[in-house]
Nanobody, 130 residues
Framework: QLQLVESGGGLVQPGGSLRLSCAAS????????IGWFRQAPGKEREGVSC????????DYADSVKGRFTISRDNAKNTVYLQMNSLKPEDTAVYYC???????????????????????WGQGTQVTVSP
């Protein structure tokens, strides 16, 4: 039973920072690529960032490049999304998702397309406001 638990959301002022965590269990960590997605009220889900299972590949949406950084801590089975220089338009529910694919090519790639992912967490609210 693959489980994903997000944490770290909250209220922050514009220009501030938050670090989101996505903790995974129930599957071999070495084969999990992880994506971060967000959805604001009235808007479509947006891919934010991803990291391959090997950690060798990452990707970011243009809207967050230079501000967000994804990383993984293999000892804790956790992926982090460090969010700096936050803007009001970053306000959304943030979800992490897992792609438990054992194929070799998948170990060195990831995707910010939601259709790639089989498992999703419950989300954590991020609000950027004065």
């Amino acid at each position: 039973q693959l489980q994903l638990v997000e944490s770290g959301g909250g209220l922050v002022q514009p220009g501030g920072s938050l670090r989101l965590s996505c903790a995974a269990s129930g599957f071999t960590w070495d084969y999990l690529s992880i994506g971060w997605f967000r959805q604001a009220p009235g808007k479509e889900r947006e891919g934010v960032s991803c990291i391959s299972s090997s950690g060798s590949s990452t990707d970011y949406a243009d809207s967050v490049k230079g501000r967000f950084t994804i990383s993984r801590d293999n000892a804790k089975n956790t992926v982090y999304l460090q969010m700096n220089s936050l803007k009001p338009e970053d306000t959304a529910v943030y979800y992490c998702a897992a792609d438990p694919d054992t194929r070799p090519l998948r170990q060195v790639m990831c995707s910010i397309e939601g259709s790639w992912y089989n498992y999703w967490g419950q989300g954590t609210q991020v609000t950027v406001s004065p």
